[in-house]
């Protein structure tokens, strides 16, 4: 690992054995609440919903548990760390997206669907063949979401717990992939639930107190952390204005600034419209007994997610202000005998250069940060501020607090995500599509714990493959295809009468096929030193988010596929199906216990 | 609990049977004045309100990408109109939850509640 020793004297020194014990800690209370919950599991609805029975409250914790990933809490502080005012559309895109969740989909989906989101889609429409694509879109979207949270994983917590080596993020890999499987087939939905709800709680709390330390260190005042970031981030009051990281004005090329511009605003689209079709955040709706409930979900969802994204201002400004920025970015990459390299790996300026402060400033645009995206700004910062107020043990505890922090932050979503592909795979396809409905609620049940342990062990085994590979836009990807696939059949399935079984097919397979098709001839795959295969050009796709192409795409596709022919079951239906959506009448409730 | 609860989700291949009992009931309902004012209350809020907060987001992403002049000018100090208007997004969708809350529990939710007791009523005669 000598490529990251620049960066290992400005991380963690040695391994912290307390944030060891903590992590160890949360493993033991949350596998034994998985134990406890997975005793009174009987049916299909106790593995699927939890039994419907979850408070309002309860889901909306666990909503935002399930929601906040690492990329939220690490990744959108990273962002704001390093490019400033930019990292913040992140946060108010993931947030003001829960309003399309709030008023259009997250009652009428309780009332008129029962597991998945292909129950809301086969109300109306032809079973199978909606199930079957509906199948697909979850378990593609909610794959590429696992990947990009585990191999995340295993980067950042070797790094938080002081180990390094490709072993150490293997088996931290194996052993975040073993626990999410646990989690999922002992507890089901409801020690899923709870491994959410208690991770919100540590994140909320753990936030909190981080930017109360950050805010008391400037007087309580917002426009003093903003000044400090500035000048210490050395760009300014450029810092905080748009344009250090989406959007970028590349001097002396028009057409490259016109579609960094356009990109921006593809990214927004698909942040904000991409929330309400995510799988994974769809099925918590149907673990409250009635709409109503699901709704006060949201509103606690919106105050909880709205309250973190508002601290991550204080996260990341504050990162940038008390850490410096090679340190935010981990030092830069060098070569086995210690001498700085270029993005090819050839020694920086062709001579052996290992002094950061004597590299000429022309040559300093071609070093490469060993974490270009600032991951672990967060952790960086609570070190800082633990030294700060109580010395080398203070910034060790307050460090070990916030990984673990992370961890369960980490735990959580991928319990959540296998949770809704294996869900989706046995209800939607195995029961419905394979078994014709005809199955036993045991057999069925049996079909998601098996399809749970294999997407585990299938993203497990692509994590580990992909560790080496550039895999951050898979997220944001996620968020596209969710809005361009789902999103369509969702809501033009409630609030169509037209709407037919062909629209829906074409709707999803067609906005999931623009946005993958997109995104493989985009930079994120070739073309770029950032790439997937950065040796490999054939990118002629001039955005990183295919959202602004695909997202209208697949709600084209829904309503010409709808208009090429009537569906009279899906008409003759449509009045239930209103009837159902809005007043909840003979909607499924909780089940007693 | 009406009888329908305990149906499976789905029985059988398609299409959904169902007695033309029930399918009489749904459409009667769905065609009563209730159920209408009820659509049209929902549809009246939640429709134009999804507009207008998704624009006024799009309407922030396009001052981000193209009116930079306007968003790093200076409001107080170190905070400009793009970080006002940032935490301005933040605080319209506190907003838009709190109105679509009271909208609900005022107008939505008691004629939903005795338009859902009444249909279970006449789907289980």
Redesign the interface.
């Known amino acids: 690992m000598s490529i990251l020793a620049a960066g290992a004297e400005v991380s963690t020194s040695g391994t912290n054995w307390l944030a060891v014990t903590l992590f160890v800690g949360f493993i033991a209370v949350t596998m034994g609440i998985t134990l406890w919950a997975g005793r009174s599991n009987r049916s299909a609805a106790d593995h699927y919903t939890g039994g419907a029975s979850f408070s309002g409250f309860q889901n909306g914790l666990a909503v935002a548990g399930d929601y906040m990933s690492a990329a939220s809490f690490l990744g959108i502080a990273g962002t704001i760390a390093l490019f400033g ?1 930019d990292g ?2 992140y946060s ?2 993931f ?2 997206a ?3 969740a ?3 989909v997250a009652q009428p989906l309780r009332n008129s669907g ?2 998945t989101m292909g ?1 809301v889609l ?1 109300f109306r429409l ?3 063949p909606v199930r079957t694509a509906a199948s697909v879109s979850t378990v593609v979207v909610s794959t590429f979401y696992l990947i990009a949270q585990m191999v995340g994983a295993g980067a950042l917590v070797t790094l938080l717990l002081g180990v390094t080596g490709t072993t150490a993020k293997n088996l931290v890999i194996l052993l975040v992939g073993a626990l999410m499987i646990f989690y999922v087939v002992i507890g089901g939905m409801k020690g899923t639930t709870w491994v959410q709800i208690v991770k919100a709680v540590l994140l909320m709390a753990g936030t909190t107190l981080i930017v109360l330390m950050v805010l008391w260190k400037f007087g309580f005042s ?3 952390l ?2 400090q970031a ?1 000048e210490t981030s050395g760009k300014g ?1 450029a810092f ?4 250090q990281r ?2 970028k004005v590349v001097p002396g090329d028009g057409t490259q600034t016109m579609w960094n ?2 990109d ?2 593809s990214l ?2 698909a942040l ?1 419209l991409g929330t309400a079709g995510l799988p994974h955040i769809l099925i918590r709706f149907y673990t409250v007994p009635t ?2 409930e699901a ?1 006060k979900s ?2 606690w969802a ?2 909880n997610i ?1 309250v973190f ?2 601290m991550t201002i204080g996260l990341g400004f504050g990162a940038a202000a008390l850490v410096s920025r090679t340190t935010l970015l981990r030092g830069f990459k060098t070569d086995a005998a210690g001498c700085f390299v270029d993005a090819k790996g050839a020694p920086l300026g062709g001579s052996c250069l290992t002094d950061l402060g004597a590299i000429p400033a022309d040559l300093k645009t071609a070093l490469v940060p060993v974490d270009p995206s600032g991951n672990v700004a967060a952790p960086l910062l609570a070190k800082v501020l633990g030294q700060e107020f109580a010395g080398e043990t203070g910034g060790t505890i307050l460090l070990a607090v916030i990984a673990a922090v992370a961890f369960a932050t980490i735990l959580a979503v991928v319990a959540g995500l296998t949770l809704a592909a294996s869900s989706s795979f046995a209800h939607d396809f195995y029961a ?1 599509v394979l078994r ?3 199955t036993t609620e045991k057999q069925e049940i049996r079909v998601a714990k098996t399809a749970a342990v294999a997407i585990g062990a299938v993203s497990i085994v692509l994590a580990i493959y992909a560790q080496s590979f550039n895999v951050a836009f898979l997220v944001a990807l996620a968020f596209a295809v969710a809005a361009s696939a789902n999103l369509p059949a969702v809501l033009l399935s409630l609030f169509w009468r037209r709407f037919t079984t062909r629209g829906a097919v074409w709707a999803i397979y067609g906005g999931l096929g623009m946005a993958l098709f997109l995104l493989v001839f985009s930079k994120n795959v070739s073309g770029a030193t950032t790439a997937l295969f950065p040796e490999q050009d054939f990118a002629w796709f001039p955005l990183n988010n295919p959202g602004l192409i695909s997202i209208p795409f697949g709600f084209l596709m829904g309503v010409l596929g709808s208009l090429l022919g009537r569906d009279k ?1 899906s008409e ?2 449509y ?2 199906l ?3 959506s ?5 909607a ?2 909780a089940t007693a216990h | 609990m009406s009888a329908l609860d305990d149906r499976p989700t789905e029985v059988g291949p398609e299409p959904r049977l169902e007695s033309t009992h029930d399918r009489q009931v749904w459409n009667r309902v769905n065609a009563s004045p209730e159920f209408q004012e009820l659509r049209s209350r929902f549809r009246r809020f939640a429709m134009p309100v999804t507009v207008a907060a998704l624009s006024w987001y799009v309407l922030y992403v396009l001052l981000t990408a193209y009116a930079r002049d306007f968003m790093r000018r200076q409001v107080f100090d170190n905070l400009n109109i793009g970080f006002v208007l940032g935490v301005a997004q933040f605080a319209t969708t506190f907003l838009v939850t709190w109105i679509y809350e009271k909208h609900s529990t005022k107008t939505l939710d008691p004629l939903a509640l005795s338009l859902k007791a009444s249909t279970e009523k006449e789907l289980d005669r």
């Not at chain 1, 905080?240 to 344009?243: N, S, V």
């Open positions: 005012y913040f559309l108010i895109g947030l003001v829960w309003l399309v709030l008023l259009l029962r597991f129950d086969a032809h079973r199978r917002v426009n003093h903003l000044g500035a009051a905080l204005e748009p344009g989406f959007g511009k356009i921006l605003i927004g689209l904000v709409a109503k709704r949201v509103n919106i105050t709205g994204y508002l419905n014709h409905g005809r079951q003759e239906l009045p239930e209103e009837v159902r809005l007043t909840g009448a003979a499924h409730g």
